[in-house]
């Protein structure tokens, strides 16, 4: 893979890529079809494609036969049903601005820097044509940089549609390409918090471990123990405050994986509050008391998904050089999560019982 593949990865990661894959190329063999590789039969059949570009494809798990992924040595059979599926969609569909609300916390004429809302996707898709923060920065001006021949929001890196916190965007095409360089050479500082389930061991510590999509659920990402398929990935956390079932934690990444802090987490035992996607959705530690779980089922309403945000972000400004840093203060739903959590721990020690109907 060369530098820039690698670089498109690493700054892109963050996003909602892993919820949605969709289909660019769907193509069904002849009955009477050959044996041949499948990497020849869809260079014949797209435009202005490489065969490496094929491989490369088809060994990131995006080249499916009949549902099922499959390597470029796959020998195409009759009447197979063939796609090609990407993490975004297909470019025809137009992007409309819109006036949206958004929470600029910075800008001047090189960078934006947004505080995202949980509940808002990056980039429009399937299901999401509108109301995407693309959407509003289209609103906000005309000129944005040249991305695959369009003016487009120089998005330099991106967060999962239910992880709220700080999103820095280029302005000019020399912004973004410094911007993306920073991210992809790790100068960049970056930190979330999250709330995990269980009492972490350790007060500090680095999981490492390569992140690849699920075999079994195309949706779903995991570590590979044997480090055969998916990227290398680290990430460090240190505890902020023990609640004793929960833990909320600071992390700080390395790399910039798809759904990182929630695989890695899960990984180690801890998957994330709320996470519907990685086990978080249900008590995972706790008691089997009706009052618990209601507790629990109250704090749950309080947030979409998973209680992840990105905290902080520091990075060098594009021209000036400056070190520019910037925070943005836990949501609301989120901050009534913890504070239901130091109410609930505090009556745990004095003996009392939490009336949470």
């Known amino acids: 893979m060369s530098e820039f593949e690698d670089l498109e990865e690493d700054i892109f990661a963050d996003d909602d890529s892993g919820e949605e894959l969709y289909e660019h190329y769907r193509f069904v063999a002849d009955k009477g079809q050959g044996p041949i590789r499948i990497d020849v039969f869809l260079l014949d059949k797209i ?3 490489s065969r490496s570009k094929i491989q490369n494809a088809a060994k990131s ?3 499916l036969v009949n549902g099922q992924e ?6 195409v059979r009759p009447n197979d049903l063939i796609q090609v599926v990407m993490d975004r969609p297909p470019r025809e569909y137009a992007i409309i601005a819109e006036k949206l609300d958004l929470d600029i916390v910075y800008e001047d004429n090189e960078v934006l820097v947004i505080n995202k809302p949980a509940g808002m996707v990056v980039h429009p898709g399937h299901g999401n044509y509108t ?5 509003g920065l289209l609103y906000l001006k005309d000129s944005w940089p040249q991305i695959n021949g369009e003016s487009r929001p120089g998005i330099v890196h991106r967060l999962d549609k239910n992880t709220s916190g700080i999103l820095v965007v280029g302005k000019t095409e020399s912004a973004l390409q410094h911007l993306s360089r920073q991210f992809y050479e790790r100068t960049t500082q970056r930190y979330y918090v999250a709330l995990v389930w269980g009492n972490i061991d350790e007060d500090s510590g680095r999981i490492e471990g390569h992140i690849a999509r699920h075999p079994h659920d195309r949706l779903r990402f995991y570590v590979d123990e044997d480090r055969l398929t998916g990227k290398w990935a680290a990430t460090n ?9 929960v833990t909320l ?7 910039g994986r798809t759904h990182q802090i929630r695989v890695h987490m899960k990984y180690i035992g801890h ?6 996607t990685y086990g978080g959705d249900k008590i995972v530690y706790g008691t089997i008391f009706t009052k618990y779980k209601q507790f629990v089922e109250n704090c749950f309403k309080q947030i979409p998904s998973q209680a992840l945000h990105a905290q902080s972000l520091s990075f060098s400004h594009p021209i000036s050089g400056e070190n520019m840093h910037f925070e943005a203060p836990l949501p609301e739903g989120f901050q009534k999560i913890i504070d239901k959590w130091d109410t609930y721990t505090q009556a745990l020690q004095m003996g009392s019982v939490i009336d949470e109907d």
């Open 47 to 49: 435009l202005n494609v």
């Open 237 to 245: 956390y240190e505890v902020i405050k023990r609640y004793g079932y």
């Open 131 to 135: 109301g995407t923060l693309v959407n």
């Open 61 to 63: 798990g995006n080249v």
């Open 271 to 276: 998957p994330l509050f709320n996470d519907y």
């Open 249 to 255: 934690v600071k992390c700080k990444l390395e790399t």
């Open 70 to 75: 499959v390597k470029p040595n796959y020998k």
